[in-house]
């Protein structure tokens, strides 16, 4: 607790306060404080003392006031609730975090003994020769062993793996809202890339990446799966990795591809690099497709660490789509900041001038996260302000943008991509009926998918 920040309200306001209002206060000043960028002491001086409250009533009416200044688009709407404010401790950044830097190069290699023999060890002994490789008897026990830091979540480890379970998996989606029946082909945990909203922070209990050397037991497990399968369904691997970042060293596309083209699916393979070598040393086929997440390079920059600019991810999907691959482009998450809107029609132009249209699909998502992954961007990512835009709690208690806004925000991307396409099938990732029914009314391309269409139209395209 700052107490000098404590005392300089209480004296300003006449009134003391409990811990957990102070708290309360104190979340507020900081991130109204981030949005100005002023220190908070500049934002207490700035607030106005009102008359006419006492006691807990001053508590109320400088909440009130914070609120407003922190939430200034949505805090005099109707559907404004306090109870979806999310105001948690405000945390320290860490001092000791691993950053993300240069190109990935593991420090220490960890392997499961049953793939000592594996292509991936050798792979990885010839590329990393000066990395120290021990062996452990399996990842499980080797993690209940490490007290685990958020701070050590970067540090470049690898840990080769022979998978026993949980090869594939339906896509969670989040509650009450629409799935559109993605499988997750679950290759792999961790990723060499460090983005400040990335959902694994708060999902993991170990520094590192972890690959799978053991890819028959997917493959069978697929085969397993397939029996069962009445329709083609869309699977990929990018939910718990990137698909691609580590592809030069992993080769799984080269084992997947051959796999997949044979299989009555959609496999993508849904990227932020531009590593794509494996990609165009292998035959296309129209049912494995090439995805790229988009944002505009002022976010990359700041929030997507180690990843490849804009004009790599471009000019990677123009190679891979010239040689005769199918691509198709995630604009999530879409995060709203002053200056959003051009930018991203700057980034929705510059994709239709690189890439030739109709895209494999398209899919829309605004920023959301838990509540706990808040706290820990928070602590990692200290120059980051994404989380102090006007994200509320939704339904799923999940912090997102409340519907106008989110609304705004995809009614202007719809259009700006209908501008130059009216074919490739564009669906919204992790939203509620209610959005999807009001978007549909506005003036969006004609392909704009409901999430449960998903499901059929999406894997009706050729060749199925
Ligand atoms: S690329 Fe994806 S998996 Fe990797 S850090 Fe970013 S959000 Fe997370």
Known sequence: ?????????????AFSMGLNQYREIERLIFEIGK???????????????????????????????LLRYRFPLTYDRPGFKKEN???????????DNWKVSGKFKPVKIFLEKETENSYLITNLKKKFSGSETRRIPSLKKHQQGNNFRI?????????????????????????????????????????????????????????????????????????????KLKKPIRIGTGEFSDSLALDDITEYSLQLIPYFREKKVF???????????????SKPSPNIII?????????????????????????AASKAQKAGFRVGFHFDPIIYYSGWEKEYRALTEKLYQRLRPPFAWISLGTLR??????????????QSNIFYGELLLGK???????????????????????????????????????IWKTCKTLNAPANLLHPKACQTKLTKMPPF
């Not at 949005?35 to 109320?60: C, D, H, M, W, Y």
């Not at 998996?169 to 009450?176: I, N």
């Not at 912090?399 to 130059?420: Q, T």
């Open 1 to 13: 607790m700052d107490k000098k920040l404590k005392e300089k309200i209480e004296k300003k306001f």
């Open 35 to 65: 949005r100005q960028n002023k220190p908070p002491a500049e934002v207490i001086s700035s607030l106005k003392t009102k008359k006419g409250f006492e006691g807990k009533n001053i508590f109320f009416a400088l909440k009130n006031t």
């Open 85 to 95: 404010v999310f105001l948690s401790q405000v945390k320290k950044p860490l001092n």
């Open 151 to 227: 701070a050590e979540l970067k540090k470049p480890e690898i840990f080769i793996t022979n998978e026993i379970e949980d090869f594939i998996k339906p896509c969670p989606c989040t509650k009450h809202h629409l799935r559109c029946g993605y499988w997750i082909f679950n290759l792999g945990f961790g990723c060499p890339f460090d983005c400040s909203y990335c959902f694994l922070q708060q999902y993991t209990n170990s520094a590192g990446i972890v690959l799978p050397a053991n890819l028959e037991r997917f493959f069978d497990s697929f085969n397993h799966l397939e029996k």
């Open 267 to 281: 496999f993508e393979f849904k990227t932020k690099s531009n590593n794509i070598q494996n990609i165009l040393k």
């Open 291 to 315: 995805s790229w997440s988009l944002n505009p390079q002022t976010i990359i920059a700041g929030q997507e660490k180690g990843t490849a600019s804009l004009n790599q991810r471009l000019n």
């Open 369 to 382: 996260c838990n509540r706990a992954l808040k706290s820990i961007a928070e602590q990692r990512f200290p």
């Open 396 to 434: 799923d208690k999940k912090l997102r943008y409340p519907l106008f806004l989110r609304k705004k925000i995809y009614a202007k991307i719809l259009k700006w991509i209908g501008k130059f396409d009216q074919k490739t099938p564009i669906y919204l990732c992790m939203e509620d009926n209610q």
